[in-house]
């Protein structure tokens, strides 16, 4: 079984937003447990699709059944929850810069091994005008990207964006135990492999014109 966990943070309050822990199996499974043990400070304010079987003191545990699901011609069987957090991280993660005049737009991180930007969407006609890191673009729903990958703990990305309106950027990376809002154990028979990620928004850039 392999489980994903990816845990929201706002990068201007350095409080948790959210997670979201996706099992996925090749075959049905039925009576996994899913344990939450949540850590001092954290708290759950809301969750779907519906709250814990069983909660003791600050462990949570959902007892899950999966449902089956496509992916390009091959079934698998899926659980999810979401989880509505509250509580501060306490994140490796520095932003020196974010922000935009006029059509420039610039961003200053340093952080982790492994730490990437995520920018976009970008209109046509933008441009990169200086980068420090591993820089790719990508297309995500039609609409234009740009990803840097840090090097040495340092990124940074500079655009012209001309006169497009929102922008939005979010910084990800695989954190430690630690910088983690709880500790999960899924109980089940047979192996069970873990992914996590950390995405860190950042706020919004609108540009009015004025």
Known sequence: ????VVVEVDEASRKYKSSVIYLTSPSPF???RICVT???SIAITSCWPRWPDLIEGRRAVWVASSYSRD???????SYGIRLELGGRARLPVVVRKWGRRGGLVELEVEGPEGLEALVGPLAPGYSILRARGRISTCPLQGRAY???REE????????NVGLQGLLTGQLMYEPSPDEL?????????GPVEYEYSLVLRLADLLWTGA
């Open 1 to 4: 079984m392999r489980v994903k």
């Open 30 to 32: 039925s009576g996994v």
């Open 38 to 40: 949540l850590k001092p």
């Open 71 to 77: 992916f390009g011609g091959r079934r698998l069987y």
């Open 146 to 148: 740009v990803f840097v």
């Open 152 to 159: 040495g703990g340092l990124l940074s990305l500079a655009l």
């Open 181 to 189: 809002p709880f500790t999960l154990k899924v109980e089940t028979l």
